[in-house]
């Protein structure tokens, strides 16, 4: 991937070389692309592994020093760079340019803070401009849930991302994570044919990439069982395991059941049906997966008859997948079932609600709560994230998307996310300011970076969204 960014910003050079029209704007394209490779280039070198914070803190300190770019950091590790107001702009709206740092492969995250530190370091015009780089993990924004909201003191905020397309995203569902909980009776089993049923492989990932086709072994071998129980199957559940977080599909799981000698040819019949759907379905997205069941020792204990019936039921009535679509087609609310435990000697399940809509989120949580009702199970809250509501009308959003398209003649497409967002805390931190995430990626050229100079070098100057300046 490193050699492939350089190539073609090397291309870009020599392309922009040989373009007689407009020289000077060439003469910027190059120097642009020149520096802004070589600050790329460098933290590929410096910072191989982009989970080491200690190691990227030590790299930006030293890289503010020697740009004599103010810089401070807090408990977390979050990185805040800022600059004056250059003259003439003291007035003009200020800028915070925001990129997480601890997650993701090297040109996801190096390619958002090159374009940060390019911005901090080499615009040579500009309002008051702050750059902040705050911690993340795989499943947590810890550093912008704890940044200190003076660093959030400002008029807009650009939160930079990597894509394979530049897009901008101005909304983003909130979370709600749930805890499911029933203590379990257990009994020695009855029936002589145990069986382990697992699905194992999968791919797993954030359960706010909502393509349609992360399969959850969870619902997948629960329903199984709860149908092959439906049909007058005897059932006895030993165990039943799997996941790793609420907030992620299960990659995994696994459950152990019993069966009657009289039921056995027509268990594993529907069950080599089901291996059959399931490799139907999602062969074209799922390389590495393995649907298997194997025969086994009785283990000593089963879950008692009425609990492991309320498991099923639990199981087979809980809300996973989509939860709701709005009129034009786009996911609006989730739910995914993100792990199931009985190796602690009750039931554990662990559940993650996504909504863009407040309203639709209480919608679930109501839902669950008759749920578990009718399945003598526990529930509370576990943690919670704000909804970033979309807000079309943006002056950022305008003015921005007003750059490219006057000076590139592009239209950027905007869109709303499942996923957590930094712009979301934000946003709820503090009210007033205007908020939009922005993604870059070299391979598809420098438009993006270009742009962003363009937009903070215009902020002195008054603005109004060209419809307005057409009907004047």
């Known amino acids: 991937m490193k050699k492939i960014i350089s190539l073609i910003l090397i291309i870009i050079l020599v392309l922009l070389s040989c373009t007689g029209c407009n020289k000077g704007e060439t003469q910027f394209e190059e120097k642009l692309a020149t520096e802004l490779n070589a600050i790329y280039e460098d933290l590929l070198e410096k910072l191989p592994d982009t989970t080491n914070i200690d190691a990227q803190k030590e790299y930006l300190l030293k890289w503010a020093s020697n740009h004599k770019v103010p810089v401070s950091y807090d408990?977390?590790?979050?990185?805040?760079?800022?600059?004056?107001?250059?003259?003439?702009?003291?007035?003009?709206?200020?800028?915070?340019?925001?990129?997480?740092?601890?997650?993701?492969?090297?040109?996801?995250?190096?390619?958002?803070?090159?374009?940060?530190?390019?911005?901090?370091?080499?615009?040579?015009?500009?309002?008051?401009?702050?750059?902040?780089?705050?911690?993340?993990?795989?499943?947590?924004?810890?550093?912008?849930?704890?940044?200190?909201?003076?660093?959030?003191?400002?008029?807009?905020?650009?939160?930079?991302?990597?894509?394979?397309?530049?897009?901008?995203?101005?909304?983003?569902?909130?979370?709600?994570?749930?805890?499911?909980?029933?203590?379990?009776?257990?009994?020695?089993?009855?029936?002589?044919?145990a069986y382990e049923i697992s699905i194992k492989g999968l791919n797993g990932g954030s359960s706010g990439v909502t393509s349609g086709s992360h399969p959850n072994p969870i619902k997948i071998i629960g329903d199984f069982l709860a149908s092959a129980k439906s049909k007058g199957v005897l059932i006895?559940?030993?165990?039943?395991?799997?996941?790793?977080?609420a907030r992620n599909y299960p990659s995994e799981a696994t459950a152990v059941v019993l069966i009657n000698d009289n039921d056995v040819s027509r268990f594993e019949k529907w069950f080599e049906n089901d291996a059959s759907k399931f490799e139907d379905k999602y062969n074209d997205t799922e390389e590495n997966y393995t649907y298997t069941?194997?025969?086994?020792?009785?283990?000593?204990?089963?879950?008692?008859?009425?609990?492991?019936?309320?498991?099923?039921?639990?199981?087979?009535?809980?809300?996973?997948?989509?939860?709701?679509?709005?009129?034009?087609?786009?996911?609006?609310?989730?739910?995914?079932?993100?792990?199931?435990?009985?190796?602690?000697?009750?039931?554990?399940?662990?559940?993650?609600?996504?909504s863009q809509k407040e309203d639709t989120l209480q919608e679930i949580s109501s839902t669950f709560a008759v749920i578990c009702g009718l399945n003598d199970v526990s529930y509370k809250v576990t943690n919670q994230s704000p909804i970033w509501n979309k807000n079309e009308e943006s002056p950022l959003l305008l003015r921005l998307s007003d750059v490219f398209i006057s000076n590139f003649d592009k239209e950027i497409k905007n869109k709303t996310t499942m996923k957590d967002t930094e712009c979301a805390l934000f946003k709820t931190r503090n009210p007033n300011l205007d908020v939009i995430s922005m993604s870059v990626n070299f391979e598809n050229g420098i438009t993006e970076i270009e742009a962003l100079q363009k937009y903070i070098e215009s902020l002195n100057v008054p603005w109004k969204p060209a419809t307005e300046e057409s009907q004047e």
Not at 236 to 245: D, M, R
């Open 75 to 193: 408990k977390q590790n979050n990185i805040i760079m800022s600059k004056k107001a250059t003259k003439g702009y003291e007035d003009a709206q200020s800028t915070i340019l925001q990129c997480p740092i601890g997650v993701g492969e090297p040109f996801e995250q190096y390619q958002p803070m090159a374009t940060a530190l390019y911005l901090i370091d080499k615009v040579e015009k500009h309002g008051f401009i702050r750059v902040v780089f705050t911690t993340a993990t795989e499943n947590e924004l810890s550093g912008a849930k704890t940044i200190s909201t003076n660093y959030l003191d400002g008029d807009n905020l650009i939160n930079l991302t990597w894509a394979e397309k530049t897009t901008f995203t101005i909304g983003s569902a909130g979370t709600t994570e749930y805890d499911f909980s029933k203590q379990l009776q257990w009994i020695e089993p009855t029936y002589p044919k």
């Open 293 to 354: 069941m194997t025969p086994i020792a009785s283990p000593q204990f089963v879950i008692s008859k009425d609990d492991s019936t309320k498991v099923f039921s639990l199981l087979y009535t809980m809300i996973n997948g989509i939860y709701l679509k709005s009129d034009e087609g786009e996911i609006v609310a989730t739910s995914n079932i993100g792990t199931i435990r009985t190796s602690t000697g009750n039931l554990d399940v662990a559940i993650c609600a996504r």
């Open 236 to 245: 006895e559940l030993a165990s039943f395991n799997g996941g790793e977080t």
